[in-house]
């Protein structure tokens, strides 16, 4: 039991000849103020919001379906986006064709406009729109296409590797690479 001694402590005299009354000790008992003090945790405890996370929220593949299942999707709601070096940005509809003639060239500022498009003219479950930064692109274009999927409100989108021939025709389409050879030599 926790007590608090609170006694006078010896026999002090004022003054001359002047005698004191013995003064009896008294206690405080602080076991009720312990209680207290465990209740009043408990309750801030109990009461207090725990704080929410605030990363991105990912949506990731079925576990159930097979590796090869996962990832497939229609090649009509596909969108591909592949981001440049000074801030080029360059997309294609669906499959890349081999002569490259879907190709095509935009700036951050049309992009949504285009992702708008795509949107309207494609069932929400089937668009899937992917992302391909190549190694001149910078972590600022990676952002704010990853805002523009925010904006626009498209759930479906990953963030992929660019394939040598893509990262060929953004080198060439930015004037920095040379003429690709025809197919087929």
Do not use: C, W
């Not at 669906?94 to 795509?118: A, C, H, T, V, Y």
């Not at 972590?139 to 394939?163: C, F, G, P, Q, T």
């Amino acid at each position: 039991m926790a007590e608090m001694d609170t006694s006078g402590g010896g026999k002090h005299k004022k003054g001359p000849g002047v005698k004191k009354g013995k003064k009896m000790s008294t206690r405080v008992d602080l076991t009720p103020m312990v209680d207290l003090g465990f209740l009043l945790i408990t309750f801030f405890i109990f009461t207090t919001t725990m704080s929410q996370p605030t990363a991105m929220k990912l949506n990731l593949p079925d576990d159930s379906a097979t590796p090869e299942e996962q990832n497939k999707a229609k090649e009509s709601g596909a969108f591909t986006i592949l981001l440049g070096k000074d801030n080029n940005v360059f997309f294609y509809e669906g499959m890349l064709q081999p002569d490259g003639s879907n190709f095509k060239s935009s700036n951050f500022k049309d992009i949504r406009s285009e992702l708008i498009k795509k949107k309207q003219n494609t069932d929400t479950a089937d668009l899937v729109v992917v992302i391909k930064p190549s190694d001149e692109s910078n972590y600022k274009n990676v952002i704010d296409i990853l805002d523009e999927m925010s904006i626009n409100v498209i759930k479906r989108y990953a963030l992929v590797d660019i394939s040598p021939q893509e990262d060929e025709l953004v080198k060439i389409s930015e004037g920095g690479g040379a003429a690709a050879p025809p197919a087929g030599q």
